[in-house]
């Protein structure tokens, strides 16, 4: 399959390509240069720009979005909400009909969820509050959603937290909300673009994708019973007691 990452060389991005690079053929855009040599195909693509979105867009049989900004308000909202508007407007154009969209946790289950409830599902209202990452995420899901009520695409929206490097974790440094290994968030993209679309419950679906946590207050079963998804990297250190 041809697939075009956008914010390849993000926080995120280098992850996800070890994980697809095995099985398909990558097409890496970011604003930025890659921080390493690749054998993948490079652009320099602006997700704001719906120009530079298109022809990255061209000839791919789908798009992983991976790009964000979180600190500035207008380019956060170029980024996060303009840039899925982009990538949809892409779809439509050349056909594509797989998108993965990631985002934290919070474009769903802001601060009221996460203070004051548990057992919290991707399927739960949204309720993003007033944090701008969140919030401008949250209106990027939206343009998704309303997009695939028009048109044969299909959106799978990751929704991740804290992503951790089993080999420096520490005892007892906990994990609430959820947590997740840097493999096994890259293993959950490979799972998407081999998904049959037909599985999928609609054309748009929201997932938590996180380690099992003991506490349950946020619900991974989504992930697993659509995507497959099985956390294969130990996380339970974080939530053992320090070692007196």
Same mark, same amino acid.
Request: aromatic share 8%.
């Given at each position: 399959?041809?697939?075009?990452?956008?914010?390849?060389?993000?926080?995120?991005?280098?992850?996800?390509?070890?994980?697809?690079?095995?099985?398909?053929?990558?097409?890496?855009?970011?604003?930025?240069?890659?921080?390493?040599?690749?054998?993948?195909?490079?652009?320099?693509?602006?997700?704001?720009?719906?120009?530079?979105?298109?022809?990255?867009?061209?000839?791919?049989?789908?798009?992983?979005?991976?790009?964000?900004?979180?600190?500035?308000?207008?380019?956060?909202?170029?980024?996060?909400?303009?840039?899925?508007?982009?990538?949809?407007?892409?779809?439509?154009?050349?056909?594509?009909?797989?998108?993965?969209?990631?985002?934290?946790?919070?474009?769903?289950?802001?601060?009221?969820?996460?203070?004051?409830?548990?057992?919290?599902?991707?399927?739960?209202?949204?309720?993003?509050?007033?944090?701008?990452?969140?919030?401008?995420?949250?209106? @990027?899901?939206? =343009?998704?959603?309303?997009?695939? +009520?028009?048109? &044969?695409?299909?959106?799978?929206?990751? !929704?991740? %937290?804290? /992503?951790?490097?089993?080999?420096?974790?520490?005892? @007892?440094?906990? =994990?609430?909300?959820?947590?997740? +290994?840097?493999? &096994?968030?890259?293993?959950?993209?490979? !799972?998407? %673009?081999? /998904?049959?679309?037909?599985?999928?419950?609609?054309?748009?679906?929201?997932?938590?994708?996180?380690?099992?946590?003991?506490?349950?207050?946020?619900?991974?079963?989504?992930?697993?019973?659509? /995507?497959?998804?099985?956390?294969?990297?130990?996380?339970?250190?974080?939530?053992?007691?320090?070692?007196?």
């Amino acid at each position: 399959m041809k697939v075009l990452i956008l914010g390849a060389n993000g926080y995120m991005g280098p992850h996800v390509v070890k994980a697809l690079e095995p099985h398909h053929q990558l097409r890496l855009t970011d604003i930025k240069p890659l921080a390493a040599a690749s054998r993948h195909e490079y652009m320099r693509v602006d997700a704001s720009s719906l120009e530079q979105v298109m022809s990255a867009a061209r000839g791919m049989d789908a798009i992983i979005n991976l790009s964000v900004l979180r600190g500035h308000r207008r380019l956060a909202f170029d980024v996060n909400t303009r840039g899925c508007y982009n990538v949809m407007l892409a779809a439509v154009q050349y056909g594509i009909r797989r998108v993965i969209n990631s985002g934290p946790h919070h474009t769903v289950a802001g601060k009221t969820y996460e203070t004051f409830d548990f057992g919290i599902s991707s399927d739960c209202p949204p309720h993003p509050g007033t944090d701008l990452y969140g919030l401008t995420k949250s209106l @990027g899901q939206e =343009v998704c959603r309303i997009f695939t +009520s028009k048109y &044969d695409i299909y959106v799978q929206d990751l !929704l991740f %937290l804290l /992503l951790r490097d089993v080999a420096t974790l520490e005892r @007892g440094t906990d =994990v609430t909300p959820f947590a997740i +290994s840097w493999t &096994d968030c890259g293993e959950a993209f490979r !799972l998407g %673009l081999d /998904l049959d679309l037909a599985k999928l419950p609609s054309r748009c679906e929201i997932l938590f994708v996180f380690a099992d946590m003991p506490h349950g207050r946020f619900l991974n079963d989504k992930a697993k019973r659509i /995507l497959g998804f099985v956390p294969k990297d130990d996380l339970s250190i974080l939530w053992r007691k320090a070692e007196v």
